[in-house]
């Protein structure tokens, strides 16, 4: 570089400076320019992940409202396989999930429903002192039915005992077993026939477990369960 | 023609299916229930057959008890009896094998049933009845006047169904399960 060039020249010095001005205007519009594309961008992106995440809980939601529809009706369609413990776990289970759809709902109170009958029905009948009476008479006939030492104290035994009924062909049904809210029974027979089968057999092995009574305090009805 | 006669094949087929299904949908703790409900009828049995075998049984008490076990029977079922003195197995039907047994020549008879048992369990058929086979072990004696004059012990197959049905008690209809025995064959006779 010669000396000459070192010599400042007033007008090329404003140009440098007006060429500066315009380089700094230029790096602060491009970073203006970077920022806002790259804030943009960043934006779309964590809408994006949020929507995903909606997304995500909203199949996560009707998947599990499924499958407690499913498991709800499995309760209300079981024929005896699950205990009422067992049922009431599984609801408790889907109460908790909290799903608050109005299916969901319905199901629940039909569950609940449908839990309480079979409660009902695994309780035993309310008795009064008159059937009580009646029920401690017949209990202690029927035990000396089977154990009487000869047939003519058994036949006696059996016409004291038809007198509590309104009539020897009073139905006589028999509980071989009751579970989950479904009774089964033996064939339907009377009071006669059930009485001879005690004298014949020599054994007693059904408990009382409802008495039906007419208007006349006679016994028209009754049901024996196995012991 | 053809056609419609698959056709009602088919529907038959899945009627039946359906029902079996239906029946077969219970709890191991019901069929529990039933199986033992059908061993009871068994010892039932057994005991009716002592009873009627039993000379000290009077002649009205043994026709009573032979129409209540009539009623554990399926119609045209039989029974077999064999003898230690013949190897052919007679079959008659349910009455005359008890009219038989009370009028065995004998002063005194003891029949007595055990070992009763599955031999095969029930199990649901096509026609929605439930079948199974319980076996029994049967021992005899008959006694004369000159004391025992005939021992054998039998071993018995007895075919059991057990259908659900229904009924009206009182104006309400009440489902129940009838046992029904079928034929009682004799497999084994020995001393």
Redesign the interface.
């Known amino acids: 570089m010669s000396e000459n060039s070192k010599i400042r020249n007033p007008k090329l010095g404003k140009l440098d400076k007006n060429r500066n001005a315009n380089r700094l205007k230029n790096l602060l519009m491009i970073v203006l320019a970077c920022s806002l594309a790259f804030g943009t961008v960043s934006c779309k992106s964590s809408k994006k992940a949020a929507r995903e995440a909606r997304e995500r809980e909203m199949a996560e939601r009707a998947r599990a409202i499924e499958q407690a529809k499913l498991d709800l009706q499995a309760i209300l369609d079981d024929?005896?396989?699950m205990s009422i413990e067992a049922k009431e776990r599984e609801l408790n289970r889907i109460k908790g999930l909290n799903l608050d759809d109005a299916e969901v709902n319905d199901l629940i109170n039909r569950v609940e429903d449908k839990i309480a009958a079979d409660r009902a029905a695994m309780q035993p009948p309310a008795t009064d002192p008159a059937e009580k009476s009646a029920s401690e008479r017949l209990n202690n006939y029927f035990q000396y039915i089977a154990t009487a030492n000869s047939?003519n104290q058994a036949n006696s035994l059996i016409d004291e005992t038809i007198g509590m009924f309104s009539s020897d062909n009073a139905?006589l049904?028999i509980i071989?077993?009751r579970?989950?809210g479904?009774v089964?029974?033996?064939?339907?027979t009377t009071i006669r026939?059930y009485l001879?089968?005690l004298k014949?057999?020599?054994k007693n092995?059904n408990a009382i477990d409802e008495l039906?009574f007419d208007d006349n305090g006679k016994i028209?009805?009754i049901i024996l369960i196995?012991k | 023609m053809r056609n419609y006669k698959s056709l009602i094949i088919l529907l038959f087929v899945l009627v039946a299916g359906f029902s079996a299904n239906a029946q077969d949908n219970i709890s191991p703790e019901r069929k529990r229930a039933i199986d033992s409900l059908a061993l009871e009828k068994i010892r039932d049995l057994g005991t009716y057959i002592s009873r009627v075998g039993n000379k000290d049984t009077e002649f009205s008490e043994s026709n009573r008890i032979i129409d209540r076990a009539l009623e554990l029977f399926a119609p045209g079922s039989e029974m077999g009896v064999s003898s230690l003195y013949s190897s052919d197995i007679k079959y008659y039907t349910i009455r005359k094998y008890f009219e038989r047994l009370m009028a065995l020549n004998y002063d005194k008879v003891s029949i007595q049933w055990y070992n009763i048992e599955y031999v095969s369990d029930l199990e649901l058929g096509p026609d929605g009845r439930y079948v199974g086979v319980i076996t029994i072990y049967q021992s005899f004696e008959g006694t004369g006047a000159d004391g025992l004059q005939y021992r054998d012990t039998t071993k018995k197959d007895i075919t059991v169904y057990v259908e659900r049905k229904s009924t009206q008690i009182a104006g309400r209809e009440i489902e129940f399960w009838d046992v029904l025995l079928g034929d009682i064959r004799v497999t084994e006779t020995s001393v």
């Open positions: 024929a005896g396989g047939i139905p049904l071989i077993n579970s989950g479904i089964d029974y033996d064939r339907p026939k001879e089968y014949d057999q020599k092995l039906v028209k009805e196995k």
